[in-house]
């Protein structure tokens, strides 16, 4: 086999492992994919016969012998062995043609625990990879951003992801505090499925309370005389049913999980050195990740806390880029690293 420079540069794959979505990123080539980090498996054999926009589009739909699960919950491998065949599926997908085993780059939460950062590095491991590095997800999102992380100033990073929420204040390459809830996307698809089980006994699935959330999900005190007709099955009589939904009643829906993230930034700051908050009164705080699309959500926080807030161009691609940034200098990064190689 010939092998290129081209072919060289695919051994380098920065992953954003997330609950909700992975986007893998490789060297030269950019981001290749970007797909639901879900599966669907055969229950008799537990064989899996779909992954991410194929089982995705299965969900709820399946017969009843195929079931489809999230290897991840809250930000962490919840189903080893699904999760394992799932990273080899992607990183088979971008076409690494070479001989060598891919040297592989993933971002996860701040918060969690070493075992979960052991299980993160063994998946990658077994699914092919000959080197893992790990990277915090808010230093990961600084990085995509383009903050100055490097310089002795406060940069202040909210990534809101499908499983966890990641605040944290970052100078001098490192996390000077950080606050890691395990409170996203999914939390608030969930608010969306209860408030309709109890306003209307009516059970709608994740699919739909995503298109909900993505269509008229807000942060008050955003306004808007939208509504949309959402159909699903009525509770008390079994029989499918369509009710005519506002955006009010969405926003009410997603207070608590809103509420959450507040009050998670508001500590964030109270814990912040006196010197880094000057800093970020200056410099605002950057909101990453696909819950930073949220309607509204800037205005929220702009009112909560008299700081600046700015919303990433791409917020859904940040944390991917940024990681996939580290991978192609990693000795330039070693600062940001050194944290979390040691697990």
């Given at each position: ?10 051994n380098d ?11 893998v ?7 290749i ?30 017969p ?15 189903d ?6 799932m990273i080899?599926h ?27 950062k052991?299980a ?39 990534d809101?992801g ?30 969306i499925?209860?408030?309709?089980k109890?306003n209307?006994?009516?059970?709608v ?8 959330k ?12 939208a ?13 499918p ?9 969405v ?22 050195p ?15 990740g696909?819950g ?6 800037d ?14 161009e ?9 990681t ?9 990064y ?10």
């Amino acid at each position: 086999m010939a092998f290129s420079f081209q072919n060289l540069i695919t051994n380098d794959i920065a992953i954003d492992l997330g609950t909700a979505n992975t986007l893998v990123y490789v060297r030269g080539r950019g981001i290749i994919i970007r797909e639901p980090s879900i599966v669907a498996v055969r229950k008799l054999d537990q064989e899996i016969v779909a992954y991410g926009t194929e089982a995705k589009e299965m969900q709820g739909r399946t017969p009843g012998e195929i079931t489809t699960v999230r290897p991840l919950k809250d930000g962490v491998i919840a189903d080893f062995e699904l999760a394992e065949a799932m990273i080899r599926h992607f990183i088979k997908k971008v076409g690494n043609t070479n001989l060598r085993r891919p040297r592989v780059a993933v971002c996860i939460p701040s918060g969690i625990t070493d075992v979960e950062k052991r299980a993160v590095r063994d998946s990658c491991e077994h699914a092919g990879a000959r080197e893992v590095h790990l990277l915090d997800e808010p230093m990961a999102a600084a990085i995509g951003v383009g903050l100055p992380i490097e310089d002795p100033v406060g940069s202040m990073v909210i990534d809101i992801g499908g499983g966890t929420t990641e605040i944290a204040v970052i100078s001098l390459s490192g996390i000077v505090t950080d606050i890691s809830i395990r409170i996203g996307g999914d939390e608030m698809n969930d608010s969306i499925i209860q408030h309709f089980k109890r306003n209307y006994n009516l059970l709608v699935g994740e699919n739909t309370a995503e298109n909900i959330k993505c269509t008229l999900g807000s942060a008050a005190p955003y306004n808007e005389d939208a509504t949309m007709n959402v159909r699903g099955r009525d509770l008390v009589a079994g029989i499918p049913k369509t009710v005519e939904i506002s955006q009010k009643e969405v926003q009410e829906a997603l207070a608590e999980a809103v509420n959450a993230i507040v009050d998670a930034t508001k500590l964030c700051l109270e814990r912040t050195p006196p010197e880094l908050s000057s800093d970020i009164l200056d410099r605002g705080i950057v909101l990453s990740g696909g819950g930073a699309l949220l309607k509204g959500l800037d205005e929220r926080l702009r009112d909560e806390t008299s700081l600046p807030i700015i919303v990433a161009e791409d917020p859904l691609t940040c944390v991917v880029r940024g990681t996939g940034r580290v991978l192609e200098d990693l000795s330039h990064y070693q600062k940001v690293l050194s944290k979390v190689r040691r697990y």
